[in-house]
């Protein structure tokens, strides 16, 4: 996926997406963001991109899902259009996606979407920008835009920019994405959202044993997300059924389950029942755009 001078596309460029192995509401911001606490994990469940070059300046956009009607505010369409503002570029891109992260997911694929696309669009224009404008340019797509920028797992405070990335041991999940997905602002704009969670420290986390990692915490928007999708509660049995604990990721609606062992996995490529997706994912130690 790497390319030289004069480069005209970029093939195969891939997007993880993350699962949030806690996630505490600290508080909330005037602006109505919410102040979190989170490890944010990548895991190798991917989006493939494809970047053509346009030397007509134009940014389209296409899916392999045909019949996908593509949201007018399309992420990826907004991080192109935001990196030829910031560069001044007079070059821009078709971009297509292969292969898509669940949408309404919790899993952040739409983000990271947006993140490779900064980084593959760069290099494809040949344009440079200091890497704390690129990560300001990030936030302004969305909270967790920064995350899919830094490369790491990362303990992860204010709304989303604020990264400390953190070692986590390898390891394999369970996830499972209902047919129902469910709406971030829905969510965290709910009036039974518990937003006073006491703070956690980066040092406490860092100290617990690997046994104790995945069971760190709790996710905060998960009573409320339950409530809307009773689905969550159906995969939550699923994986009880197999002795497994799980917990949602992120505003949902897909639920993970830590696989303690190699043989837990051994249960059958079977799925909650019709409509579900459901995969065994591992940990990305870092990002496949890391060091772009
Ligand atoms: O930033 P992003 O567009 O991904 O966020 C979607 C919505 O989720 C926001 O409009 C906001 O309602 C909510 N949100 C929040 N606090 C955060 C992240 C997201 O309230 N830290």
């Known amino acids: 996926m790497a390319g ?6 970029l093939y195969d460029v ?7 192995t806690f996630l505490h509401i600290v508080g909330r911001r005037a602006d109505g963001y919410h102040l979190l606490q989170s490890v944010f994990m990548l895991i190798d469940w991917c989006v493939t991109l494809h970047l053509e070059l346009r030397r007509d300046g134009q940014i389209s956009r296409s899916d392999e899902v045909a019949d996908l009607a593509l949201p007018a505010d399309d992420l990826c369409v907004r991080a192109a259009r935001a990196l030829q503002a910031a560069t001044g570029t007079k070059l821009g891109a078709h971009i297509h996606l292969h292969k898509r992260i669940p949408a309404q997911a919790g899993m952040g694929g739409g983000s990271s979407d947006a993140a490779a696309c900064l980084l593959a669009l760069a290099r494809l224009w040949q344009v440079k920008l200091p890497r704390k404008q690129l990560a300001e340019l990030a936030l302004q ?20 920019q604020e990264l400390q990335p953190v070692i986590l041991p390898p390891a394999r999940f369970w996830v499972l994405k209902p047919p129902v997905g469910l709406s971030t602002p829905a969510i965290f704009g709910s009036p039974e ?11 406490g986390f860092a100290a617990l044993g690997p046994e104790q990692i995945f069971e760190f915490g709790r996710n905060d928007l998960q009573p409320v997300a339950q409530k809307l999708c009773p689905d969550i509660d159906q995969g939550l049995k699923w994986l009880a059924d197999r002795c497994l604990q799980g917990r949602m990721t992120g505003s949902g609606s897909a639920v993970f389950a830590h696989l303690p062992n190699e043989g837990a996995a051994n249960t059958g490529l079977s799925k909650p029942a019709d409509g579900w997706t459901a995969r065994v994912c591992s940990t990305l130690e870092v990002h496949p755009l890391a060091d772009w």
């Open 14 to 20: 891939l997007a993880p997406a993350k699962l949030n």
């Open 193 to 203: 959202l518990k937003r006073d969670s006491e703070a956690a420290t980066i040092l």
């Open 141 to 160: 797509l969305g909270a967790d835009v920064p995350f899919f920028l830094l490369g790491r797992h990362a303990w992860v405070e204010g709304i989303g």
């Open 4 to 9: 030289g001078p004069g480069m005209k596309s």
